[in-house]
T-cell receptor
Framework: QQQVKQSPQSLIVQKGGISIINCAYENTAFDYFPWYQQFPGKGPALLIAIRPDVSEKKEGRFTISFNKSAKQFSLHIMDSQPGDSATYFCAASAQGAQKLVFGQGTRLTINP | DGGITQSPKYLFRKEGQNVTLSCEQNLNHDAMYWYRQDPGQGLRLIYY???????QKGDIAEGYSVSREKKESFPLTVTSAQKNPTAFYLC????????????FGPGTRLLVL
């Protein structure tokens, strides 16, 4: 019940296209859902995060869509660029749990 | 220049040897975390600490030990009991136990000779 399942494991998108990465969870106590971006050999960096009181959050070309009833959330990258090529992790935490549970990661490649 | 530093960037361990990975932060954060990253498995929590002189086991603590004697430092020791230590180790911190936003260091890659 503590797992966060992320798909796909890898994704190739053409420059200018939309990249979509999906995550699903079981624990209904989760109330914070961040996405992290990681470049090779570097630590992950927080990209965008959402709480269950909203269904969508947008920051620039990055959007999180959240479906509370389906217990799913997804990251959409609009107008994908080669510089977006990285590994993306979704995560979740429950209030008071003091720790994040991470998905398995998605390696995104944007072809020029 | 605030942030989290990890050293060394690469570390080599011989069989039966204990090695210590350093993590320092100057963000004045109370909470610190250690994760292990293996290909295709995401980040798995080894240990975390919410305050000085206190820490808790994460999901994969066996073969590892930590200390938290200072707020800014949270070193991780990989002991000889950890039979498969080759991985990328990431340290993170957050402002407090109530703050879920974690900030990561650049990582240390541990290799076994």
């Amino acid at each position: 019940q503590q797992q966060v399942k992320q798909s796909p494991q890898s994704l190739i998108v053409q420059k200018g296209g939309i990249s979509i990465i999906n995550c699903a969870y079981e624990n209904t106590a989760f109330d914070y859902f961040p996405w992290y971006q990681q470049f090779p050999g570097k630590g992950p960096a927080l990209l965008i995060a959402i709480r269950p009181d909203v269904s969508e959050k947008k920051e620039g070309r990055f959007t999180i869509s959240f479906n509370k009833s389906a217990k799913q959330f997804s990251l959409h990258i609009m107008d994908s660029q080669p510089g977006d090529s990285a590994t993306y992790f979704c995560a979740a935490s429950a209030q008071g749990a003091q720790k994040l549970v991470f998905g398995q990661g998605t390696r995104l490649t944007i072809n020029p | 220049d605030g942030g989290i530093t990890q050293s060394p960037k690469y570390l080599f361990r011989k069989e039966g040897q204990n090695v210590t990975l350093s993590c320092e932060q100057n963000l004045n954060h109370d909470a610190m975390y250690w994760y292990r990253q293996d290909p295709g498995q995401g980040l798995r929590l080894i240990y975390y600490s919410q305050i000085v002189n206190d820490f808790q086991k994460g999901d994969i603590a066996e073969g590892y030990s930590v200390s938290r004697e200072k707020k800014e430092s949270f070193p991780l020791t990989v002991t000889s009991a950890q039979k498969n230590p080759t991985a990328f180790y990431l340290c993170a911190s957050s402002m407090s136990r109530a703050d879920e936003t974690q900030y990561f260091g650049p990582g240390t890659r541990l290799l076994v000779l």
